[in-house]
T-cell receptor, first 111, second 114 residues
Framework: DAKTTQPPSMDCAEGRAANLPCNHS???????VYWYRQIHSQGPQYIIH???NNETNEMASLIITEDRKSSTLILPHATLRDTAVYYC????????????FGTGTRLKVLA | GAVVSQHPSRVICKSGTSVKIECRSL??????MFWYRQFPKQSLMLMAT?????????EQGVEKDKFLINHASLTLSTLTVTSAHPEDSSFYIC??????????FGPGTRLTVT
């Protein structure tokens, strides 16, 4: 599985958009980009995933660059409850489907 | 989303004893479940992949005789930490594969070995 690189921490003002970047320069053509978040002492929560196209759901938007070597998770209107560690994961589309977690980004939403 | 539960949520045991942690998919059948370990302020580390009806596949460096995994049904996988020691104290998290694209995580089990 491709390795991901994320900034260790970010701050965001409440109500503003939070843009979390992820580099996955060694991603292969059949590997998906997944985003999960983990609030303290809980299991990770699924946010969104994509292959090539940009994706949007009720929680967030995922922007994947054309060369697929990086992506950005966008939380459009961050709230205090969005404070968490956000993990970007690249996962192969077949086989075991296992995830290899990187170090993640600790997002702190400020009032 | 689909629900995965773990039991117990917290356990304290004495050094040298064994502890069993259960992972259940409550509203779906999971042919594949995963077990992770997480130390404080660190990321999740995959320990093993558990397939229903077959032996688990362990990641490099994880002792299969110490961390026994059983996946006897499509809704239940168990992790037994044998002869636990204080260094095994950690947050253990399971996940279950829902579809080819989705994997849901349990709430985690905090193990403290005294």
């Amino acid at each position: 599985d491709a390795k991901t690189t994320q900034p260790p921490s970010m701050d965001c003002a409440e109500g503003r958009a939070a843009n979390l970047p992820c580099n996955h320069s060694t991603i292969s053509g059949n590997e998906y980009v997944y985003w999960y978040r983990q609030i303290h002492s809980q299991g990770p929560q699924y946010i969104i995933h994509g292959l090539k196209n940009n994706e949007t759901n009720e929680m967030a938007s995922l922007i994947i660059t054309e060369d697929r070597k990086s992506s950005t998770l966008i939380l459009p209107h961050a709230t205090l409850r969005d404070t968490a560690v956000y993990y970007c994961i690249v996962r192969v589309a077949t086989g075991t489907y296992k995830y290899i977690f990187g170090t993640g980004t600790r997002l702190k939403v400020l009032a | 989303g689909a629900v995965v539960s773990q039991h117990p949520s917290r356990v304290i045991c004495k050094s040298g004893t064994s502890v069993k942690i259960e992972c259940r998919s409550l509203d779906f059948q999971a042919t594949t479940m995963f077990w992770y370990r997480q130390f404080p302020k660190q990321s999740l580390m995959l320990m093993a992949t558990s397939n229903e009806g077959s032996k688990a596949t362990y990641e490099q460096g994880v002792e299969k005789d110490k961390f026994l995994i059983n996946h006897a049904s499509l809704t239940l996988s168990t992790l037994t930490v044998t002869s636990a020691h204080p260094e095994d104290s950690s947050f253990y998290i399971c996940s279950a594969r829902f579809t080819s694209y989705e994997q849901y995580f349990g709430p985690g089990t905090r193990l403290t070995v005294t």
